[in-house]
């Protein structure tokens, strides 16, 4: 009796090391992808589930943001995405962190950036001592499961710029890449930034959601 007590609490005793160990692979992988989707410290705890809704637009939002996460296997494969626009501290960037950081879970790659770090990305490959080219440095926005682009807007609107973001935007629209855009700008005004060329495709790929309540900050 004695014995098999032993080779039970043996047993026991490695099961919980397997789990343990499997835990801590999971947690590594799970920093490590967090980093290389280029998510700041700041952002790495804006979960869904941490979203607060304060009136009834902000809750659609939320269960759009989360119903897009649940079946982002579907979204992927149909290069579906989404807009979201409105007033600045309403959550869009908590809502589409929290979207990318379920995604990691589920073995997809995104990437959060700005539109002026993108833009500045692909300019950096031009320069002489640059140890990537123009089309290495295209393909780092076109590759991601899902790119996130912030700010849309905020950047200087040169012809340059647009034309970048064109190629950014065609790229995933070719290969069928989701993008959930953010900007403080109405649609229309965003078209005579980025291009209205780059908006066609968004009407035709993504679903829009208005961010129009009360600044989360405002309210502190």
Same mark, same amino acid.
């Given at each position: ?72 296997? =579907? &979204?992927?494969?149909? +290069?579906?995405? /989404?807009?979201? $626009?409105?007033?600045?501290? %309403?959550?869009? =960037? &908590?809502?589409?962190? +929290?979207?990318? /950081?379920?995604? $990691?879970?589920?073995?997809? %790659? ?111």
């Amino acid at each position: 009796t004695c014995g098999l007590c032993a080779e039970s609490e043996a047993i026991a005793e490695k099961a919980e090391r397997e789990r343990i160990e499997k835990s801590e692979r999971e947690r590594k992988r799970l920093e490590a992808a967090i980093g290389r989707a280029n998510i700041p410290v700041r952002f790495q705890t804006r979960t869904l589930d941490t979203y607060a809704p304060t009136c009834e637009t902000a809750m659609r939002a939320h269960n759009a943001a989360k119903s897009y996460a649940q079946n982002f296997e =579907t &979204h992927y494969k149909n +290069g579906q995405g /989404l807009n979201f $626009i409105g007033g600045v501290g %309403t959550g869009k =960037t &908590h809502l589409a962190i +929290g979207i990318a /950081l379920e995604t $990691i879970k589920q073995g997809y %790659t995104p990437l959060f950036i700005s539109v002026y770090s993108a833009v500045r990305h692909i300019k950096d490959s031009w320069r002489r001592d640059s140890d990537r080219s123009e089309t290495e440095a295209l393909n780092d926005l076109i590759a991601p499961d899902l790119l996130i682009l912030d700010e849309v807007g905020v950047q200087f609107s040169s012809d340059t710029e647009r034309l970048i973001i064109f190629d950014v935007m065609n790229g995933r629209y070719e290969y069928s890449k989701p993008t959930i855009i953010l900007s403080n700008l109405k649609m229309d005004e965003i078209g005579s930034v980025i291009g209205e060329r780059v908006v066609d495709r968004l009407r035709e790929c993504n679903k829009a959601y208005w961010f129009n309540w009360e600044s989360y900050r405002a309210r502190r």
